[in-house]
């Protein structure tokens, strides 16, 4: 006799964050992942959903956090972060290039913020002339919210005037800001820092709209990063992205080619990579290496042929061929079949 009916997926949760037991145990480490550690030249990684990008996201914080002087900024905002920039957004206007102008400047900021409240902690920062003036700004915008998302909703609803018009909206942002002055200050304390700072973006797709204003804020956010990295040393952002969205920065960016193109590492899973990867997970489960508990669910002991085959019909393994229209169907839900095979 069978043992009781088990979850479908021996593998693992498909959603990388859902599973963090498996992709500890069983993570590969892929050429992608070698080059996104070794290199800092890719800055916006691409996937189509399932090629691996928030386990990425998940193994190099993980590896990251356990290396000496290097912070870790990870940003994955949730659906409803997404939905209040929206509006805010808008205000710079109807025009592509407008929503991504503003987007660029307030994320520019909002990245040097950030990279202050991870190297104010050291001494040779606080040594500096620029410190207060840059620990004052960091304080003052630690206020505005929980998370980095939060304070940039915020930080567009204070400093965006109403009663401008877009595009003057734009232009009097940096000074309400005063984008230059941190951005000099914070160049002097950062020249020898000694410390790495990684910015992981993760989920934008979370509340994403494919119109001017999504596209707009997302193509600000990659700018922002792509500033960042060539202003100063010590600073390593990466932004995950869904394909469909880097397809529509592609598509309305006229600077693409010149400003985005090549910092881009697309993920691609070729057949050899996916065997490699199976064989990987189910060596992991047989090792024992996950946790007891998923191993013990997983597998069954099945009586002959025929229980094999309603097995693998139950998790989508094997098809049953409709005569009439000669396509297969195939179940995913884990329950025992309604049919028997002979």
Known sequence: MATTWLRPNVLGDPRAEADAKMLNAAFLETSDYRTLIETSDRIIVVGRRGTGKSALTA???KYWRHVNSVQVVKLAPEEQQIMGVRPLIQLFGSKFSWIRAGARLAWRYAFMMELVNCISHRYRFSTTEESDFLKHRADLWNRLGASVFDRYRKL?????????????????????LDLTKVENNLLTTCADSGELVVFLIDCLDEGYEPDDTGVGFVDGLVQAAIDIKTHF???RPIVFLRDNIFRAVEKLDPDYSRNIEGHVLRL?????LEVEHVTHLIEVLL???SPDSLVQQDFLILDDARAVLRALYSVGFVGVRDPVTGKFIFCHDGRAPDREFN
């Open 287 to 289: 090792s024992g290496g």
């Open 156 to 176: 567009l609803k204070e400093k965006i005037d109403t009663a401008q018009g877009p595009e003057e909206r734009i232009a009097e942002l940096p000074i309400a």
């Open 233 to 235: 040393r010590g600073v």
């Open 59 to 61: 193994s190099l914080e």
């Open 268 to 272: 691609h899973w070729d057949p050899e």
